[in-house]
């Protein structure tokens, strides 16, 4: 089988499928040649800097734009015909909910357009409404209209859910809540692709990361792979009388950030900052030597001076 023809075969079984995307607003290039397939199961987290390009992807896979250039498929099906027979569900950052109706009302409203929706009391039930049914969409919180943004996407019992900052005005405990009803969600195989700025979300949910910058995906893989691309290791230590600078001169140094005295090192070499450390200052204690995290390799492959 040719790689032209392995590459079609997977695309015929793919949940979503991005061949040569391209979304330009004048000399903006808001998406400039995005590739991405999602297998059916997958929780993918989409990740960038704002302006990166995530929200206009996510409007073009969801039919709200045209792009440019490129095709997209969802389950074999144009995004519009996707939505239109209820295989997609989305939750976008902002959308009015109607003043004048219950939630119960709302979401029953939005089931009624739907082939063949989820039981209203259901769909209550796994958005964790199920209390607020009664009550009207200017009593709520800014956290729990996002969890009744998220009923109305559930509501059409959709293969695909489309998340673009679900959490946004949710508080902690509400947060958790919300990623519980997403994990039974995907328990029945589902999949889900979701924009967030918070990475832990993404380390702890996402069997897969794909990083956005300027447009294009620059990173694509598990965690552990996306993290394994950035190279070196960070050391945290308390450090007495240490300025930057003199951190910064040590062997094996690449970047520091101090606080008072709580020292972060980011390293090239980290056997080699730890001894030169210690020699520098032999009082300096609580040493911990970690591999790069998340959020390290997303500032250093989404910052401007990363390569390409």
């Known amino acids: 089988m040719t790689d032209t023809t392995s590459r079609q075969a997977v ?13 330009h607003y004048g000399e903006v290039r808001a998406v400039d040649g995005v590739n ?58 902002t959308g009015a909910l109607l003043e004048d109706a219950t939630v119960a009302e709302t979401v029953g409203l939005f089931a009624a357009l739907h082939h063949r929706p989820l039981p209203l ?10 209390d607020l049914a009664d009550r009207r969409s200017t009593k709520l919180s800014g956290g729990q209209k996002q969890r009744v943004r998220f009923a109305l996407a559930l509501v059409s019992d959709p293969d695909l859910m489309v998340l673009d900052e679900p959490t946004v005005a949710m508080d902690v405990e509400t947060r958790r809540q919300f990623w519980r009803s997403m994990r039974h969600f995907t328990d029945s195989g589902r999949t889900v692709l979701f924009a967030t700025h918070y990475l832990e979300e993404a380390q702890e949910f996402a069997d897969r990361v794909v990083l956005m910058r300027s447009g294009r995906i620059v990173a694509d893989g598990s965690v552990a792979e ?3 691309m950035v190279s070196g290791r960070t050391l945290r230590a ?19 950030e101090l606080r008072g005295e709580q020292a972060v090192l980011t390293c090239d070499d980290s056997d080699l900052a730890v001894r030169a450390l210690l020699h520098t200052f032999p009082q300096a204690r609580d040493i ?8 390290d390799a997303f500032l250093a492959l989404t910052s401007e001076g990363a390569q390409s």
Request: glycine fraction near 14%.
């Open 36 to 93: 991405l397939v999602i297998a059916p199961g997958e929780v993918v987290a989409l990740l960038g800097p704002n302006g990166a390009g995530k929200s206009t992807t996510v409007d073009m896979l969801l039919g709200l734009s045209k792009p440019d250039a490129g095709d997209i498929t969802v389950f074999g099906q144009t995004p519009r015909q996707a939505v239109s027979a209820g295989s997609i569900g989305a939750m976008l950052q």
């Open 11 to 23: 695309r015929n079984g793919a949940a979503v499928s991005i061949a040569g995307l391209r979304k």
């Open 226 to 228: 996306v993290r394994a």
């Open 238 to 256: 308390i450090v007495s009388g240490a300025t930057e600078g003199t951190l910064a001169n040590l062997a094996g140094v690449r970047a520091v």
């Open 288 to 295: 911990e030597i970690n591999a790069v995290g998340l959020e």
């Open 121 to 130: 009391a259901e769909a209550l039930e796994r958005a964790g409404i199920a």
